[in-house]
């Protein structure tokens, strides 16, 4: 049965033409998973089947849900619609849910929003609901908030939410793009229960073709705007008629040729460093307790060379990066750079700061909207010494927004100006303007598209042979470690449970947390 049927959608705001033309069925009981490259109208595409385009949009064409034209229905209907017979998972579970309501409270919103049931019935209703996507009540109890829960679990509390009236339509737009893999895993295998539990269909939007390729029925692909392939998965795999359909999974699976590594003595040395939290007392008259974020970790990164680190979210990954680029203490082990200590006692040692820079996984969010570009580049110079001239700082702005692939013109520019790959390359840009032994990448290419993350980390590689300098890689995304770093580092709850070069651990991998992580990882077939 035809649950979702868009025909010749064209979309406009304020007279800019958005979508032309878009067509695609969603059958009941269905996934159907709509890529592209950023900007390709997946998203909006998903919210006009909702109706919950921006202001000043005009549509044309016909959207059939269920036998309801929903161009065509009230603000009234659109209401009743929404929650009832659609419902929609969010790209970012933190900013979906209101952090000052109980994931108990809003689960059950949902429930007396759209339908008339008291507060006792629909608090049972979202309990019931709650478990039913992981969440029991004896765990987590309807009194938890937002920020009391890991990112998967607040995912998960998202998907109550757009579940809890089973709805016939389920769209979820980019829902694992911030999750590491076994919680993706998770999440995706969730998705799939609920499809086949409850005959819903799945409107998936993701740029993360690996999982299109193993989850959904049929593949939907887009670019500017338009539907330029889509098919039956295994159909569309095996042919890829269009050019930009080839270029995108061949984009997924783009291989870094990175410049050789001599050997050098090491250049950071991190030797069985620990750190632990206070947790929060049971009770007023309980003692205060301890937990061990990072317990242990010990190893050592030559000059030139490029590690990465893996692990589950909360395995202690960040903290143990806060220790390294001096921004937190540790309460036993060194950390060292080139010889110096990063802490001179329990304070930072600015000389050794100076050495090191970062590159964070939302260039927007890095950034002040406020500055230019050429101001935000030159904020690392106030750790040089001695301090440099104006015309200095404005000419080495100019070189490194050129070795980054940008035009040196740039500098006069908002950084709200510029795409999401290019605003990675200025974070690049500033991360490079002191000349650092040490970079560390936070998550740099997560948010980004296949075909421009391709690009960044071919950007990287390039960067490596012309300067080179070390750098310490974090991601989820295996397939992207793999292919940009020499070693690897496993960590898992506080611990690095394996380390070694990156190809003999992904070929052959030791210890069982790291084979469960990699057999978590989304995969595409080997005539992908």
């Known amino acids: 049965m035809t649950l979702l049927r868009v025909q010749n959608l064209s979309v406009a705001i304020h007279e800019t033409p958005i979508l032309h033309d878009v067509s695609f069925d969603v059958q009941a009981g269905e996934i159907v998973a709509i890529t592209g490259e950023s900007g390709s109208g997946k998203s909006l595409t998903a919210l006009g089947v909702m109706w919950l385009l921006p202001r000043g949009s005009v549509a044309t064409g016909a959207i059939d849900l269920d036998g309801q034209d929903v161009l065509q229905a ?16 969010f790209q970012e579970p933190m900013t979906a849910l209101n952090p000052v309501q109980t994931i108990g409270d809003q689960v059950s919103e949902t429930i007396r929003v759209h339908g008339d049931a008291s507060l006792a ?14 969440l029991p009540n004896d765990r ?10 890991s990112g998967g679990q607040r995912q998960r509390v998202v998907i109550a939410m757009a579940i809890a009236l089973r709805p016939k339509l389920l769209i979820a737009d980019e829902p ?37 390729a193993n989850m959904a029925d049929r593949i939907v692909v887009m670019q500017k705007g338009r539907i330029v392939e889509q098919g039956a998965t295994a159909d569309l795999l095996r042919t890829k008629k269009h050019p930009y359909t080839r270029a995108l999974f061949a984009a997924s699976g783009h291989k870094v040729v990175l410049p050789p590594v001599a050997a050098h003595s090491p250049l950071l040395s991190v030797q069985r460093v620990s750190r632990d939290y206070r947790t929060p007392r049971p009770s007023f008259l309980a003692k205060t307790g301890r937990f061990r974020a990072v317990d242990g970790v010990s190893f050592d990164l030559r000059s030139g060379e490029r590690i990465g680190l893996v692990g589950e979210s909360g395995c202690g990954k960040s903290t143990l990066t806060r220790a390294i680029l001096g921004l937190e203490p540790v309460q036993a082990g060194t950390i060292t750079l080139d010889g110096d200590p990063v802490f001179a006692g329990k304070q930072p040692n600015l000389s050794v700061r100076r050495k090191m820079q970062v590159v964070f996984q939302d260039p927007f969010g890095s950034f002040n909207p406020r500055h230019r570009v050429g101001r935000l580049i030159a904020e690392p110079f106030h750790l040089s010494d001695p301090r440099l001239t104006q015309a200095e700082q404005h000419t080495q702005v100019a070189q490194v927004l050129s070795d980054v692939g940008l035009k040196p013109a740039d500098a006069h520019k908002y950084i709200h100006e510029f795409s999401g790959g290019q605003r990675q390359r200025i974070a690049i840009a500033r991360a490079l303007i002191t000349q650092p032994d040490l970079i560390v990448f936070d998550e740099a290419v997560s948010a980004l598209d296949v075909s421009v993350r391709a690009q960044v980390l071919d950007l990287i590689a390039a960067l490596c042979a012309q300067r080179s300098f070390s750098y310490l890689f974090i991601s989820h995304d295996l397939s992207v470690v793999r292919t940009i770093t020499d070693k690897v580092l496993v960590m898992q ?8 070069a990156t190809e003999d651990v992904f ?5 069982p947390y790291t084979q469960t992580l990699l057999a978590a990882a989304p995969t595409l077939p080997d005539d992908g």
Request: glycine content about 8%.
């Open 121 to 134: 019935d629909a608090r049972r209703r979202a309990a019931e609901m709650l478990a039913r996507v992981g």
């Open 493 to 500: 709850a506080g611990r690095i449970v394996e380390q070694g």
């Open 176 to 212: 694992t793009t911030a999750l590491d893999v076994t919680t993706q895993a998770t999440i995706l295998a969730l998705l799939q229960d609920l499809v086949a539990e409850f005959d819903m269909g799945l409107l998936m939007i993701t740029h993360d073709l690996a999982v299109v």
């Open 74 to 89: 009230s603000e009234a209907q659109l209401c009743g619609m929404r929650g009832n017979d659609v419902g929609m998972v």
């Open 140 to 149: 987590f109890p309807l009194s938890r908030y937002p920020h009391e829960l």
């Open 507 to 511: 070929q052959n991998p030791q210890h």
